[in-house]
């Protein structure tokens, strides 16, 4: 790990560097090189906390989320599921929706397309926990299950800057930049705000029965008679489904062709789910 | 210099900005009762708790800290959950251990008679290879129904 | 009266013979069943020190003046380092030794595998050591990987000779059989992912050298580092008081152990050298995957005629190949066998012992292939096992020393007749079978082996031995056995391990020979002083020494006089009553093993391919068990580790550069509490060995991993009808499998030809 400096600022104004809250991804990536940063800005006390109606400080943890009464049935499972109790205990739902992929290329730091270089590692290579939708450049898997939740519950997002959909926070990385969210540097998420549905619910698919990055989470939320699906773990950033018909389109590879036959049942299920309720 | 609060006692320590909580405890307080497994978040050998939150300390900058009370497995060494754990015979090498029973600890402060389902969702981030985990479900469980609620807190 | 005898020791299946010195073995077995203490649960004697966070593991050694060593490593699969230059490494901050290729054993130019050794630092702090890596200048001449292990065999690219086994008319048989099923089995790399990971400080004295190493074998520590530097054996002093599991990695010092010694020669100050998590998963050993090629010829009735296997073992660039084909040639009647085992060297990190080596692997083809062979004669997968019960061993007809397994088919009748039910609640997507598979390893003792057993003035008693604690349970095991012969609560027994110089050469912990073989020792090391004992007290009260015992810490007479221990050892102030014992030679002609039966319950949910165990029934028989309540966290973790196995971990590489994808252990999937089976039902046969040492144990470590992966694979083609050939089973897997079940349907049933 390079050294770094690590600062306390006193107001979100004042930030240099990269902002510090949970540190559940952040600090692992930084000892890792995989994030560069000279100077770190502890931001945890500064963050807007808590949730008030339907709106959610972007610094309040996981564990919060999955233990409240009020929020969507989709998000509090998919806080449930996430991660591990201590993980979910640090780490908060702002720096979750900015979390990097598991890819384990991205991971091990080969010079792979989502690292600015030329080619998907993953595309010809080890891939079972990979992409099939939006995975013509870079094959990763976002691996967050609260912004799939959060999709389908109309999220919207404030930051320092704006106030924007939550759709509108994730691109998929291009030839002129690699970036999987909208985020300018030194913008910061201050705090997410869901529409309150009709009936909600999370479902996961993964390797072990907890503590496990999602092969599949699927989100569905019924706002009246409009059922809105979303995925995680199916495409370099949180996806949303326009229809259930919409999995015919995924353009799975050789060894991601499970994940197509996976998301058809859990979507089926999602939305027997939020059919009544 | 930093100031940290660790079971009950205050200590002074110079560290490095990239100095993580566990490395602070174990190798500048000499408290080696946290290990590090891992060292990147993924199995819990590290878990201690902060005001009482469960959290993993090798992930943790020490100078993110602030004024929580650190409590580490030393803090809970007349913890009524060592001898459950020692009774079930939920110790097998034993060096996940310590991560259990903060974590087993935590559980029971917020919850002091949880069901076996919560049971497993509290501990399912400290990994033990050594599969000691129907024995750990038991010693909890048991730690639970037995010792009345207020024994079972970190004596702090 | 020391005696040489000849023995025969096998230890993972890997058969010698050799001279053994040994002192006395003339002790009677204990009768069968629950004793004072032995065959009584104990809880751990060192359990407190563990869970308190007290016990110093070798990753808690901190020694004055000590650095941190770092290893260059690899990055290509296969490649030749034709210059490493040091010097840049050398005037980095805080770095105070460096070596290349050939200066530690270990480090080679010759890079077989990613993650390959070549070169090491020592520095003041962990975090320069690893900066200083960076400045290691190594030109790489690179090199074509060889990756796959078919292609290895095809040209020849083996660890060894094929190793080949006949008997019989394999041919003629199948010709005959009324049934004959053919398929292709796999099994995936793993790792093993003890949580303490390898590692070493060393420090010198002098020309004496000391090792803290988390180590499953203390003296083959020292025997090896002293040899590998060149020094007389007895100027290595080993110590490992607490070690964070090893499950078969841990058998050797390995290269970070003569690294750190190296160093530490030449620093002139102690060095440690651990392995983070990643190199770990790149280098620290693994289980070797395998394909099996197998086939089985059966009569109607289900009686077998005639097994053909084919096993390839992709063992990497370093190893040894593993019995696979054992349980094949060993665990059932068949007089016609022909097998044939390669182990492929290829590109890839070097395999190392791992629970059961090779039996894991070729119980998982065989007790599949028998439930297909079941399944296409229509008859019951546990009738078909009982029919071709051997009962001396298949290979060479000698006799087993004791082989209870009939009965382990009996107990475990009653919980596979619960598949109706199971099966019944079945539920939706939910789909319930039950599965059973039988299970075959080796129990023989591993003498020689030695202990003592001292008595003070206190009363107390300390058992010395050069062994160590995986964390099995030794200490508590040892203190059982040394309180049961000297007639002592078990509150009064000390047990010492865990440093070399604590007693004369002990056994590995491994191949499940710890307590068949330390257990004996310190019986009669506890034996030699309790006579003692009873002769002093005999002087003391002046009474016959044949109408005296030891019971609950207390002389007692025929005549019904009764006394503590303490009236006797006070009388011996500084005087010590020492106690020998050694472990004696393995019975003669007999064939040592041990056999066990698991039946698990899965439910399946065929639309999203997961797979749960709800239930595991274990019954196994290793003859007499010495402390039930450790057995049974034996008997659950294999069950669980095998579980991981079974359904979520595999190492990947990247299938071009051989790259270790899987270093981390978000990526490599150990089980959690969450992945536990609600119901574990664990019982033993627990009838000692009549023929086996003066205890009658055979191990435990091994036996319970070995079956539970074909117990639930059958399970999951009782539930569902799909065949799961390749492990691990994960959701990719079930499905494909169950889409293929469909697309053999409605030709489910089929007739004996």
Known sequence: MSPFTLRSPSSLDEIGGVPLAGGTDLVPLVQDGLVEASELANIRELLPRGIDGDRIGAGTSLAEIERSPDVPDALREACRLAASPQLRAMGTVGGNLRQATRCWYWRLGFPCYLHGGER?????????????????????????????????????????????????????????????VTLERGELILWIEVERPDASAYLKAMDRQRFSFPLVGVAAARFGADVRLALAGVAPIPWLLGSPAELGDAKPLPGTAYKVELADALVRRALDAVATG | MLELQVNGGFYRLEAPDERTLAEALRDDLGLTGTKIACGEGHCGACTVMLDGTPVLSCITLVHTVGPREITTIEGLRDHPLVDAFVEADAVQCGFCTPGQIVSAAALMRANPQPSREEIRHALAGNLCRCGTYPKIEKAIYRGASQGSPASLLPQS | MPRLLKTEREVEGRVEESWILVEEDALDQW?????????????????????????????????????????????????????VDLERALAAPGVRAAIGPGDAPGLAAEAGHF??????????????????????????????????????????????????????????????????????????????????????????????????????????????????????????????????????????????????????????????????????????????????????????????????????????????????????????ACENVETVEYGARLNTPPMAAFRAPGFVEGVWGLELLLDEVAAKLELDPLEVRMRNHADADPKDARPFSAKNLMECYRRAEPHWERRDDVRSRSDGPWRRGVGLATQIWFGSAAPPSYATVRLESSGRATVGTAMQDIGTGTRTA????????????????????????????????????????????????????RRQLIEI????????????????????????????????????????????????????????????????????????????????????????????????????????????????????????????????????????????????????VDRPDAHLTNLGSKGLGEPPIIPIAPAIANAIRDATGADVRSLPVTREEMLRALREAREREPVHTSQPV
């Open chain 1, 120 to 180: 998907c590692h993953a595309r010809d290579g080890e891939h079972r926990e990979h992409a099939i939708f939006g995975n013509e450049r870079c094959a990763s898997a976002h691996p967050s299950d609260p912004a799939a939740a959060l999709l389908a519950l109309r999220a919207r997002v404030g930051t320092t800057r704006r106030t924007l959909p939550l759709t509108d926070l994730y691109r998929l990385p291009t030839d002129d930049d690699r970036d999987v």
């Open chain 3, 31 to 83: 009768p069968a069943g629950p004793l004072v203490t032995v065959g009584r649960p104990a809880a751990r004697v060192d359990g407190r020190e563990r869970a308190r966070g007290e016990a110093r593991y070798t990753a808690d050694v901190r020694l004055p003046g000590m650095l941190h060593a770092a290893v260059v490593r690899s990055p290509h699969a296969y490649a030749v380092a034709t210059r």
């Open chain 3, 115 to 332: 993650g390959a050794p070549v070169a090491a630092l020592a520095a003041d702090t962990e975090a320069q050591a690893r900066a200083a890596l960076e400045l290691v200048d190594v030109e790489w001449d690179v090199r074509e990987p060889l990756l796959d292990p078919d292609e290895a065999v095809a040209r020849g690219e083996l660890h060894g000779k094929p190793r080949r086994h006949e008997r019989g008319d394999v041919d003629a048989a199948l010709a005959e059989a009324d049934v004959v099923v053919e398929a292709e089995y796999r099994t995936q790399t793993l790792l093993h992912n003890a949580l303490e990971t390898h590692q070493a400080v060393c420090e010198w004295e002098g020309d004496r050298l000391t090792v803290y190493v988390s180590t499953q074998y203390i003296w083959e520590v020292r025997d090896q580092v002293a040899d590998e530097l060149g020094i007389p054996r007895d100027k290595v002093l080993v110590i490992c008081r607490f070690m964070g599991g090893g499950f078969g990695a841990k058998n050797d010092p390995g290269d970070y152990t003569l690294v750190a010694a190296v160093l530490a020669r030449r620093a002139g100050r102690p060095v440690r050298c651990a392995l983070t998590r990643r190199e770990e998963n790149i280098g620290a050993g693994n289980r070797n995957a395998t394909i099996q090629r197998l086939t089985a010829g059966a009569r109607a009735d289900g009686t077998l005629v005639a097994l053909r296997g084919e096993y390839v073992c992709a063992l990497g660039w370093d190893g040894w190949l593993p019995s696979t084909a054992g349980p094949m040639q060993m665990l059932y």
């Open chain 3, 478 to 529: 040892m203190a059982q056995i040394a309180a049961e012969e000297l007639g002592f609560p078990l509150e009064r027994v000390e047990v010492l391990v865990g440093d070399s110089s604590r007693g004369g050469y002990a056994v590995v912990s491994g191949g499940s020979s710890t307590t068949s073989t330390m257990g004996p020792a310190v019986r009669s090391a506890a034996a030699d002083a």
């Open chain 3, 537 to 684: 007290a005999a002087q003391r009260f002046g009474v016959e020494e044949g109408i005296l015992a030891v019971q609950d810490g207390k002389i007692v007479a025929a005549h019904g006089g009764s006394w503590p221990v303490e009236e006797v050892t006070r009388l011996l102030e500084h005087a010590q009553i020492v106690g020998k014992g050694a472990c004696g030679p393995n019975p003669t002609g007999m064939r040592v093993l041990t056999f066990g039966v698991h039946v698990a319950e899965v439910a399946v949910d065929v639309e999203t391919g997961e797979v749960r165990v709800e239930r595991v029934y274990a019954v196994h028989d290793v003859g007499r068990i010495v402390n039930p309540l450790g057995a049974s966290s034996q008997v659950e973790g294999g069950i669980i580790q095998g579980i991981g196995h079974t359904l979520s971990e595999q190492r990947l590489l990247d299938p071009s550069s051989g790259t270790v994808l899987t270093q981390t252990l978000d990526a490599y999937k150990l089980p959690t509490i969450a992945d536990t089976p609600p119901e574990i039902v664990c019982e033993f």
